[in-house]
């Protein structure tokens, strides 16, 4: 089985300073992992995603994230974040084979606040 | 493209009533979730299909609920009888297979109220 922790419930951070959300997870098999987004009233849009090859995986609205196997985290990270950033952000884990193929374990989410 | 549509968006009703919740996938996409998410315990899958097929539902909190998929482009959720802390806004989602494990589309989510 999976699991994954976001280390941060909230995020509260200034418009165009960097963010970092961080989120470990386990596993006893390898996986695959995502960074969704979700804006209020909405469903959640995946970010980016990292299934193999380079660890540093770039998604949409400029955010990028980088897997780290040996500390197993998964953190996401923005240079220059925006009002339109204020959001709730999961990290979600699946199982890359076998019976668990096709299910993702969501972390508990973070909210990220960017104040003028 | 039309994405995961699930109706109604909002639902307001009693206690011991039945709920349904309905969800069209994008079409072609054979993984279709449902999920239910509240203040307290987060974002929780429920059950999953695939090619229409149950393959875990041991998400599902009670007999109260339950889940079909009669066919490729629809799936519905039930509660009956429905209990005030079935309150949550419950999520369908769909994602295609082609070798990795593709990302899910959400649906916009039916917010429920049970009164």
């Known amino acids: 089985a999976q699991s994954v922790t976001q280390l941060d419930s909230q995020v509260p951070v200034f418009e165009e300073a960097p963010v970092e959300l961080r989120c470990n997870y386990s596993?006893?098999?390898?996986?695959?992992l995502f960074w969704y987004v979700q804006y209020p009233n909405q469903g959640l849009q995946l970010l980016l995603k990292?299934?193999?090859?380079?660890?540093l995986v770039k998604g949409i609205n400029g955010f990028e994230a980088e897997f780290n196997k040996s500390q197993t985290s998964f953190h996401l990270r923005k240079p220059s974040v925006h009002i339109s950033d204020t959001a709730e952000y999961f990290c979600?884990?699946?199982?890359?084979?076998?019976?668990?193929?096709?299910?993702?374990?969501f972390g508990q989410g973070t909210i990220l606040t960017v104040h003028p | 493209d039309a994405g995961v549509i699930q109706s109604p968006r909002h639902e307001v009703t009693e206690m011991g009533q039945e709920v349904t919740l309905r969800c069209k996938p994008i079409?072609?996409?054979?993984?279709l979730f449902w999920y239910r998410q509240t203040m307290m315990r987060g974002l929780e899958l429920l059950i999953y299909?695939?090619?229409?097929?149950?393959?875990?539902d041991s998400g599902m909190p009670e007999d109260r609920f339950s889940a079909k998929m009669p066919n490729a482009s629809f799936s519905t959720l039930k509660i009956q009888p429905s209990e005030p802390r079935d309150s949550a806004v419950y999520f369908c989602?769909?994602?295609?297979?082609?070798?990795?494990?593709?990302?899910?589309?959400f649906g916009d989510g039916t917010r429920l109220s049970i009164l």
């Open positions: 299909f695939n090619n229409n097929v149950p393959i875990d």
């Open positions: 596993s006893s098999v390898s996986v695959y």
């Open positions: 079409s072609g996409h054979d993984y």
């Open positions: 989602a769909s994602s295609l297979t082609d070798g990795f494990n593709q990302p899910q589309h």
């Open positions: 979600a884990v699946s199982a890359a084979g076998g019976t668990s193929y096709g299910k993702l374990t």
């Open positions: 990292y299934l193999s090859g380079s660890t």
